[in-house]
């Protein structure tokens, strides 16, 4: 599995205000990184208790790659709300599909794919929705000509 960027729960749980039945992260400023990814403390098992969801805010700086991976067992969700992407996916990462600031987008369990920020000046922002609320801890990494060695 690929290395996951550690968190510390007491921080995420300070975080997070808990009216006792709806929890609310507001305005978050911190930021995880991730395999070319930048993302904003959003909701997970770590600071709200789901059980089985999670979601965040990520960007994908200019030019940037989050290299191929595997989301196991789990769907993803993204809307774009600034940028332009490409995701390349498939078997050999054959197919390819841009998407846009608006575009939503849903990622099937174990579909291989890297993710490619089309901008070399503009970053992609996403929310993205997850049906495991750990985030990181079943994704595994998928072989890429881009890698770095």
Not at 2 to 18: F, G, H, M
Not at 87 to 110: C, R, T
Not at 123 to 130: K, L, T
Not at 134 to 143: A, K, L, M, Q
């Amino acid at each position: 599995m690929s290395t996951r960027p550690t968190n510390d729960s007491a921080d995420l749980a300070a975080a997070t205000e808990d009216g006792g039945g709806i929890l609310c992260v507001r305005n978050p400023d911190t930021h995880r990184g991730w395999n070319g990814i930048r993302y904003k403390t959003g909701m997970a098992a770590k600071n709200v208790g789901s059980k089985k969801l999670s979601m965040n805010v990520a960007t994908v700086p200019p030019g940037a790659v989050a290299y191929a991976h595997i989301h196991v067992d789990f769907e993803v969700m993204l809307f774009i709300l600034q940028g332009k992407v490409r995701h390349e996916y498939g078997e050999g990462l054959q197919k390819s599909m841009d998407n846009q600031a608006g575009d939503f987008i849903f990622i099937e369990p174990g579909v291989p794919h890297e993710v490619i920020n089309l901008s070399d000046t503009e970053p992609v922002i996403a929310v993205v929705a997850r049906s495991d609320a750990s985030e990181w801890e079943n994704i595994v990494d998928f072989p890429s000509t881009r890698r770095p060695a």
